[in-house]
């Protein structure tokens, strides 16, 4: 298995330029996060999702849209590029929480994409 | 609201024991984790702890929980250049189905 893969590795986009980021996992799971870090912010959560078909906004949602088409894609879309969009971008999955909470909850990261918007 | 406090650094020498330290704010977390992340990778888990237990040990690490003042810590023993890595603590409040992170803790392993 190939885990939670991300495409593509680094990117360089001009203000105003757009771009999607694709996320894909292999496992099945029905929760796809991304999450975006910068230096001393430690994880930022954008949008997530609880299935196919759905999204829902996370802690840092503002110039970002997210869709989940397919269960196994999550992509993350930039209309129009800000400095302030510069980060290092992450996705992850993970299947639902435990209603019992008698188990531990992983999420599954992928490697990440470097953006620098100049 | 839930927050989860790190300091952002630690420098150890090898082979000496490293502590790193996270309180948190949400006493409904059932489990409470540490996350690893080496340099240009993602996260992956490291360790959870269940939140009934006081220490957990698993070879060169031991989780401490202090249910009481919310505090967590990890500690390396016998401290290697390979664990040179940023760590992170989560929780998972019953509230939320999602985990909520701390900044991060940069560990950096000097020989």
């Known amino acids: 298995n190939a885990g939670v893969t991300q495409t593509p590795k680094f990117r360089v986009l001009k203000t105003g330029q757009s771009m999607t980021l694709l996320c894909a996992q292999d496992?099945?799971?029905?929760?796809m996060y991304w999450y975006r870090q910068d230096p001393g912010m430690g994880l930022r959560l954008i949008h997530y999702s609880v299935g196919e078909g759905t999204t829902a906004k996370g802690e840092v949602p503002d110039g970002y849209n997210v869709s989940r088409l397919k269960k196994q894609n999550f992509l993350l879309g930039l209309e129009s590029a800000a400095p302030s969009q510069t980060s290092v971008y992450f996705c992850?999955?993970?299947?639902?929480?435990?209603?019992?909470?008698?188990?531990?909850?992983?999420?599954?990261f992928g490697p990440g994409t470097r953006l620098t918007v100049t | 609201g839930e927050d989860v406090e790190q300091s952002l650094f630690l420098s150890v020498r090898e082979g000496d024991s490293s502590v790193i330290n996270c309180t948190y704010t949400d006493s409904s977390s059932t489990y409470l984790y540490w996350y690893k992340q080496e340099p240009g990778a993602g996260l992956q888990l490291l360790t959870y702890i269940f939140s009934n237990m006081d220490m957990k040990q698993d070879q060169r690490l031991t989780v401490l929980l202090n249910k009481k003042d919310k505090h967590l810590s990890l500690r390396i023993a016998d401290t290697q250049t390979g664990d040179s890595a940023i760590y992170f603590c989560a929780e998972s409040p019953r509230s939320q189905g999602n985990l909520i992170f701390g900044k991060g803790t940069k560990l950096s392993v000097k020989p």
């Open positions: 496992m099945n799971h029905e929760y």
């Open positions: 992850a999955s993970s299947q639902p929480r435990d209603r019992g909470l008698l188990w531990p909850y992983e999420q599954y």
